[in-house]
């Protein structure tokens, strides 16, 4: 991923937690990250918060955060190999077997 300007911000709340953890660390030099229990998300409310990009297994996302992008990764079905990319130009499946895959699906939009 290339850096332009301002540090971009990254929210994940992935689970397994080992998941999030190596994607914070894959995705840390090119984005702010706030790793977050994504089984807590919702209570560990505080202000409005905006996000360039979103990494999560959940469905949803509690109202006080705002984000450009979702990708949204499977748990473990319907494919492990497919996820959902969700935009302001609406929805896709993307391939996000793997990290590369992963941040690829970030850097492509």
Known sequence: MAR??????LLIAVEP??????????LGVDYEVLTADSATLEADHATMQHFDAAIVTTKTLPEW??????????????SPEFGVLRT??????????????????????
């Open 4 to 9: 332009h300007g301002a540090t971009k911000r």
């Open 88 to 109: 302001v130009a609406g929805e896709r499946t993307v391939p996000v077997g793997g990290l590369d895959a992963i941040v690829d699906a970030l850097d492509g939009l």
């Open 65 to 78: 955060i705002s984000v450009d992008r979702i990708l949204v990764l499977p748990t473990p079905s319907p």
């Open 17 to 26: 937690r080992l998941l999030a953890d190596s994607l914070a660390r894959a």
